[in-house]
């Protein structure tokens, strides 16, 4: 199967193995998508490799930038102003509205629903027509920068998202009963690709699929970032371990991404949208020691990156912890002695984005 | 008077049998003309509905509100080079989609159209058992794509194959029985009660109301007949590519498609003409033809709502369903169709 079928992620090849229709062994081959990002960070400037990050998720370009800055700046010693923060949350919870829209619609085609598909991208496409107000581009936006942002929010952007956020809950709520409503759905979800919490853990799965499995892990409220600790939001967790949990964990947290986004976008204070530290003039000559270790929540889980500099202009490691690599090592174990229709809802439901996992 | 006498008196100057035999052939052909434009026709409205659906716009570009575009999506078919599978067999594999296609269109054949105006009646056939054969055509269909599956040396397409096999067993049986329960009513009234003309004459209350079971029971073997969503198992897109007609290009692939929608227009008439009342309705010998195309455009939208909201069902559960569901709740239908004859309710 692949790296060219309808069913897999960009380029996702499985060998399988069948009896019949049973499926007796997956193997996954990766690195149809390796574009060596790491090895090309390393010989740019630290403010270069955002670019690289932008397309590593694709469909969540903000949280990937996020997870290089949280290193980048601790590794730099500069601190963003509390206005930055705050912008960075509001964008990043869009993104993951966004990249969890994509999955919703992906899935459904899966699963052989073509309609909901629309529904999902209709919205998504609302949200990346503000990304590009905001930043002039709709997926790989480069908005962010080290210590700061590209541009400044003023208050027609932010009455523009919460008019988004006002009409979108509903919207969201009509495409998912077509899912949640539906019992050829459920029979299709329900008690398929169990995914018990320990095996979980031992595999390193994170994100909603680890928190489909009943483990209430979040980066956002275990090790907060940003300015996450002042927002209240709750960790959606479901203890049906399957695929449909997955599915209801990841409209949950659409839900709570709502919540985020209604508060934060009330508490953006004033104030600049930039470090001066690291203004553009200065930018290129940021040098930085020692071996940080920064992880972030994106929307496939946690999102590592491991910066070691050696006081010169360039990092002289970078490496990524991939979530979507992380959650894919688990296919083969979850879709041993299914159904090859059970197999394609599994690994839809585990939201695999190549360029994050060749990187 | 119907059509059939009408251009056989025409043609009368020919001599009785042969002004018959070339009016039967003529009309045939314009059923079959009738067929394909009607399925393209279909193709259209569905790709118009589809998109309402889908908040798109839709075909716009070829033609007044792109009603053009069937017609040029045909002919790009036939100009298309016909890309085939090394290590296929070669004449199945292209015997296949001809099978499905020409399965299809006799089945036109077959339908009771009723009059219209002028006209008279439409019907070409006039025959006791039309019921059977137009059930035997339709069972033909099924070789085609199994023939495809077998013979065109793809993985996908074989897998596409031996889920049609177990899916056709699983709702044939069904099928037929609630036929049977429908044949049981309408003998009561007609003396041929395997004639489609003389079940939809038979239907002084429709059939609907008397035996909601077994409607509901065809329409849904009707719609895994026609194999598209929710029972499109057999070329699940998203698992097994296109399935049996994976290897397919060009005009071959054309004639699937059309056997997918024709399968819908084709069912959608039976159904209306067993369950719904054929061609009767106010005016009966002016609009009969137009009775019933109403009535199957209704069951149409509703089969492609069906299919444009609906996710796939697995294999394995339909199967279950079939055998399990679908067989007993036949049977019961059946048992209640003869009491409700021998109540002389029908």
Not at chain 1, 42 to 50: H, R, T, V
Not at chain 1, 135 to 146: A, L
Not at chain 2, 316 to 344: I, M, Y
Request: with cysteine.
């Amino acid at each position: 199967m692949g790296p060219q079928h309808p069913s897999t992620h960009g380029v996702l090849r499985l060998k399988l193995l069948l009896d019949g229709e049973t499926v007796k062994n997956v193997e996954p081959v990766i690195g149809y998508l390796h574009r060596n990002a790491e090895k090309i960070c390393e010989l740019d400037y630290y403010c270069d490799s955002l670019i690289y990050f932008d397309r590593m998720d694709y469909v969540a370009a903000m949280n990937m930038e996020i997870g290089y800055l949280e290193a980048a700046e601790k590794l730099l010693a500069i601190e963003p102003p509390e206005r930055v923060k705050w912008i960075r949350v509001v964008m990043a919870e869009l993104n993951r509205l966004a990249s969890h829209l994509v999955w919703a619609g992906a899935f459904g085609l899966d699963l052989g629903m073509l309609t909901p598909f629309f529904y999902f991208f209709e919205e998504r496409e609302k949200i990346l027509n503000l990304f590009t107000e905001i930043c002039g581009s709709r997926q790989e936006t480069n908005y962010m920068s080290i210590g700061g942002v590209y541009q400044d929010f003023n208050d027609k952007i932010i009455f523009k998202i919460k008019q988004f956020l006002k009409q979108f809950p509903k919207k969201m709520e009509e495409a998912y009963s077509l899912f949640i409503k539906n019992d050829i759905f459920i029979s299709r979800t329900k008690g398929i690709g169990i995914l018990e919490p320990e095996v979980a853990l031992s595999y390193g799965v994170t994100g909603p699929m680890l928190r489909a499995s009943g483990v209430p892990y979040d980066v956002r409220k275990d090790a907060p970032y940003l300015v996450y600790d002042k927002l209240n939001f709750d960790v959606p967790i479901s203890r049906g371990k399957d695929v449909l949990a997955r599915c209801i964990v990841r409209f949950e947290e659409m839900r709570q991404s709502v919540k985020i986004l209604n508060q934060a976008l009330d508490k953006i204070p004033d104030g600049p949208y930039f470090n001066p530290k690291a203004k553009k003039s200065l930018m290129i000559r940021l040098r930085g020691e020692g071996d940080v270790y920064a992880r972030t929540e994106s929307p496939k889980g946690e999102f590592g990156v491991h910066l070691v500099g050696d006081g010169t202009v360039k990092p002289y490691r970078l490496h990524v912890r991939s979530p979507a690599f992380k959650n894919l090592s688990i296919l083969p174990y979850l879709s041993r002695d299914v159904l090859i229709a059970d197999m394609v809802a599994i690994s839809g439901s585990i939201d695999l984005v190549f360029g994050e996992v060749d990187r | 008077m119907n059509i059939l006498t009408r251009i056989a008196t025409i043609l009368g100057f020919l001599g009785h049998f042969p002004a018959y035999a070339l009016a039967y052939l003529i009309e045939t052909l314009v059923v079959i003309i009738f067929g394909t434009v009607a399925v393209a026709g279909m193709v259209y409205l569905f790709r118009k509905y589809m998109a309402r659906v889908q908040i798109r716009v839709g075909p716009n570009r070829v033609g007044k509100f792109g009603i053009l575009q069937v017609m040029a999506d045909g002919l790009k078919l036939f100009q298309k080079e016909s890309i085939m599978p090394s290590g296929r067999d070669d004449l199945p594999y292209k015997m296949a989609p001809v099978i499905v296609f020409i399965g299809l269109m006799m089945g036109f054949v077959f339908i009771p159209y009723g009059p219209l105006v002028w006209f008279g009646n439409l019907t070409v056939t006039h025959s006791d058992v039309s019921l059977v054969i137009l059930f035997a055509l339709i069972a033909i269909m099924p070789i085609g794509e199994i023939l495809s599956g077998i013979t065109s040396n793809n993985k996908y397409a074989m897998l596409g194959a031996l889920r049609g096999v177990a899916k056709d067993i699983s709702f044939e049986v069904p099928m037929m029985l609630s036929i049977l329960s429908v044949v049981i009513m309408a003998s009561a009234n007609v003396s041929n009660p395997l004639d489609i003309n003389g079940i939809v004459q038979a239907q002084s209350i429709p059939f609907i109301i008397l035996e909601p079971l077994g409607f509901l029971i065809f329409f849904i073997s009707m719609t895994a007949r026609a194999s598209f969503s929710p029972f499109d198992m057999g070329e699940s897109d998203s698992e097994l590519v296109t399935g049996n007609t994976t290897e397919y290009s060009g005009l071959r692939f054309g004639m699937f498609y059309l056997g997918l929608f024709g399968t819908i227009f084709l069912g959608s008439m039976i159904i209306s003409s067993i369950y719904l009342g054929g061609y009767y309705g106010p005016f009966v010998g002016y609009f009969g033809f137009i009775w019933l195309m109403v009535k199957t455009l209704v069951l149409v939208i509703i089969s492609l709502t069906v299919w444009l909201t609906m996710p796939r069902v697995r294999i394995d559960k339909f199967v279950t369903f079939g055998w399990k569901v679908l067989l007993p709740l036949s049977f019961l239908q059946l048992v209640v169709a003869g009491f409700l004859t021998l109540g002389g309710i029908s």
